[in-house]
């Protein structure tokens, strides 16, 4: 299952470690801006905008990655991937900057397109680079550090949003990336040394043209549907309509293109398919808990957004944890039961927060958020791992941006469909100010997650059974 690593892709073995803090600290970055907006809101839409568009600054930041990470992923494996991510934190830098300074909320909500243009090469980059300069033993520990950084940044998020709406500087959300992503890109610029195998891909642009109307008309649709016009109304009709009839043409597009920009191909191997399901759902609930949580605890109970971060940053504790021991387990046990074990944890505390939502207690969500962190620690890098060790060097960074896209776009369709959850709800109750139709449509929501973690779990029943003795190449 595993496969020979080529270590003259990155110059000398002892330049592996400063490589290694760079992707990770490019990796926090963009795990942050995912969710540090969620404590946030109430400042940015009093300054900005409406309650009403707030989910939009989250789904297109997602949306924008999903799209483009299976773009930058074919070019990875043509001109290899140090431009590639360095172009991703060249574009998450100028992202940040404009998010800066934006003047409205629609300005705001383009400069995140920005940032995600930015994400979508830093991402599916950080873990390739991983596969291609670190054995499958070695990456065991790697990835958990790997993993460890996109939970904690992930959820720390929220609380670091927290102290910047407390202190009436939400601006600081981005501007604070500035020096980071100057220290990542030099970092990169002067240790990193990649040795390519050389080949000419034609890029699938209308394939890439393609998912990404796709996806735009369908979280179009769910976000605005029910909000800004009726469910069964025409434009509506004419988003969700447009979305499937795109994502058709994209699939009959990717079975005909030389090189497609996702390589429908590859699911037809049973691992890449579930192992990309999970991923698909891991994104889904990290969204679900981290973005919504947050606004659940001060509209209903109005703690301060520092403590309503807090409270959700217990899955930093939780998914560390998991991720800095996941190695030794999949070693031991192989990737399908580690994996398994990580979605029925995952599950059992996404049904105990849907049933316990209609009493709002932040002790007690924080309890919830360190299980379902350690679940998803047990669950998110071992899947990956099992594909990349799947596949030769040039099917790596397609496979790994496959992964990547499945956790972008979960996230990106998770949060259009809480969002509509959460909206439907809202506009049949007293409002977004009233404390009980806060509390309603998060019970709504959370449920919704449950579905989510045991839809994730049948996924991972279906990983092929793998043998514990080919994991040491």
């Given at each position: 299952?595993?496969?020979?690593?080529?270590?003259?892709?990155?110059?000398?073995?002892?330049?592996?470690?400063?490589?290694?803090?760079?992707?990770?600290?490019?990796?926090?970055?963009?795990?942050?801006?995912?969710?540090?907006?969620?404590?946030?809101?109430?400042?940015?839409?009093?300054d900005l905008g409406s309650y009403q568009q707030f989910p939009w600054l989250f789904?297109?930041?997602?949306?924008?990655?999903?799209?483009?990470?299976?773009?930058?992923?074919?070019?990875?494996?043509?001109?290899?991937?140090?431009?590639?991510?360095?172009?991703?934190?060249?574009?998450?830098?100028?992202?940040?900057?404009?998010?800066?300074?934006?003047?409205?909320?629609?300005?705001?909500?383009?400069?995140?397109?920005?940032?995600?243009?930015?994400?979508?090469?830093?991402a599916p980059m950080s873990m390739t680079i991983v596969g291609d300069i670190y054995?499958?033993?070695?990456?065991?520990?790697?990835?958990?550090?790997?993993?460890?950084?996109?939970?904690?940044?992930?959820?720390?998020?929220?609380?670091?949003?927290?102290?910047?709406?407390?202190?009436?500087?939400?601006?600081?959300?981005?501007?604070?990336?500035?020096?980071?992503?100057?220290?990542?890109?030099?970092?990169?610029?002067?240790?990193?040394?990649?040795?390519?195998?050389?080949?000419?891909?034609?890029?699938?642009?209308?394939?890439?043209?393609?998912?990404?109307?796709?996806?735009?008309?369908?979280?179009?649709?769910?976000?605005?549907?029910?909000?800004?016009?009726?469910?069964?109304?025409?434009?509506?009709?004419?988003?969700?309509?447009?979305?499937?009839?795109?994502?058709?043409?994209?699939?009959?597009?990717?079975?005909?293109?030389?090189?497609?920009?996702?390589?429908?191909?590859?699911?037809?191997?049973?691992?890449?398919?579930?192992?990309?399901?999970?991923?698909?759902?891991?994104?889904?609930?990290?969204?679900?808990?981290?973005?919504?949580?947050?606004?659940?605890?001060?509209?209903?109970?109005?703690?301060?957004?520092?403590?309503?971060?807090?409270?959700?940053?217990?899955?930093?504790?939780?998914?560390?944890?998991?991720?800095?021991?996941?190695?030794?387990?999949?070693?031991?046990?192989?990737?399908?039961?580690?994996?398994?074990?990580?979605?029925?944890?995952?599950?059992?505390?996404?049904?105990?927060?849907?049933?316990?939502?209609?009493?709002?207690?932040?002790?007690?969500?924080?309890?919830?958020?360190?299980?379902?962190?350690?679940?998803?620690?047990?669950?998110?890098?071992?899947?990956?791992?099992?594909?990349?060790?799947?596949?030769?060097?040039?099917?790596?960074?397609?496979?790994?941006?496959?992964?990547?896209?499945?956790r972008s776009a979960g996230s990106a369709v998770g949060v259009a469909v809480f969002?509509?959850?959460?909206?439907?709800?809202?506009?049949?109750?007293?409002?977004?100010?009233?404390?009980?139709?806060?509390?309603?449509?998060?019970?709504?929501?959370?449920?919704?997650?449950?579905?989510?973690?045991?839809?994730?779990?049948?996924?991972?029943?279906?990983?092929?059974?793998?043998?514990?003795?080919?994991?040491?190449?």
């Amino acid at each position: 299952m595993s496969t020979p690593i080529d270590r003259a892709s990155v110059g000398l073995r002892s330049e592996r470690g400063p490589v290694l803090a760079a992707l990770m600290l490019s990796t926090g970055l963009i795990a942050i801006d995912a969710t540090i907006l969620a404590t946030a809101v109430p400042s940015i839409v009093r300054d900005l905008g409406s309650y009403q568009q707030f989910p939009w600054l989250f789904s297109v930041y997602l949306l924008a990655q999903a799209v483009s990470v299976p773009i930058y992923s074919r070019f990875a494996d043509t001109v290899g991937r140090k431009p590639i991510i360095l172009l991703g934190i060249a574009l998450f830098l100028l992202g940040s900057i404009l998010c800066g300074l934006a003047w409205s909320m629609p300005a705001l909500i383009a400069f995140r397109v920005v940032q995600g243009l930015g994400a979508g090469a830093v991402a599916p980059m950080s873990m390739t680079i991983v596969g291609d300069i670190y054995t499958v033993a070695e990456r065991a520990k790697v990835q958990g550090y790997i993993a460890s950084v996109w939970a904690v940044s992930s959820v720390v998020g929220p609380a670091l949003g927290g102290v910047f709406a407390q202190l009436d500087a939400w601006r600081w959300i981005f501007l604070i990336n500035i020096p980071l992503c100057l220290l990542a890109a030099w970092v990169l610029l002067r240790r990193y040394t990649e040795q390519k195998q050389t080949q000419r891909h034609r890029i699938d642009y209308l394939g890439a043209v393609l998912l990404t109307v796709g996806l735009t008309g369908v979280i179009l649709g769910l976000l605005e549907g029910g909000n800004a016009w009726e469910w069964l109304s025409a434009p509506s009709a004419l988003c969700f309509g447009a979305g499937i009839a795109a994502l058709v043409l994209f699939a009959l597009v990717e079975r005909r293109a030389p090189e497609p920009i996702v390589d429908l191909r590859l699911v037809s191997r049973r691992l890449i398919l579930t192992t990309t399901l999970v991923s698909l759902g891991v994104g889904a609930l990290m969204i679900g808990v981290t973005s919504f949580a947050p606004t659940y605890l001060e509209g209903s109970l109005g703690i301060v957004p520092l403590l309503s971060g807090l409270a959700v940053a217990a899955l930093t504790l939780g998914w560390p944890i998991a991720a800095a021991n996941v190695g030794r387990l999949y070693l031991r046990i192989g990737f399908r039961r580690t994996t398994l074990i990580g979605m029925s944890i995952a599950s059992v505390a996404a049904i105990v927060l849907a049933s316990v939502a209609s009493w709002p207690n932040p002790y007690v969500l924080a309890v919830i958020a360190f299980v379902l962190g350690f679940g998803l620690g047990w669950s998110a890098a071992p899947t990956l791992i099992a594909a990349q060790s799947s596949v030769e060097w040039g099917e790596r960074g397609a496979v790994t941006g496959m992964n990547a896209f499945a956790r972008s776009a979960g996230s990106a369709v998770g949060v259009a469909v809480f969002g509509a959850i959460s909206n439907a709800i809202i506009s049949q109750g007293a409002g977004p100010d009233d404390p009980g139709t806060i509390v309603h449509a998060s019970v709504g929501v959370f449920i919704a997650v449950a579905v989510t973690a045991l839809l994730t779990l049948l996924a991972a029943s279906f990983m092929p059974r793998d043998r514990v003795e080919s994991y040491s190449g």
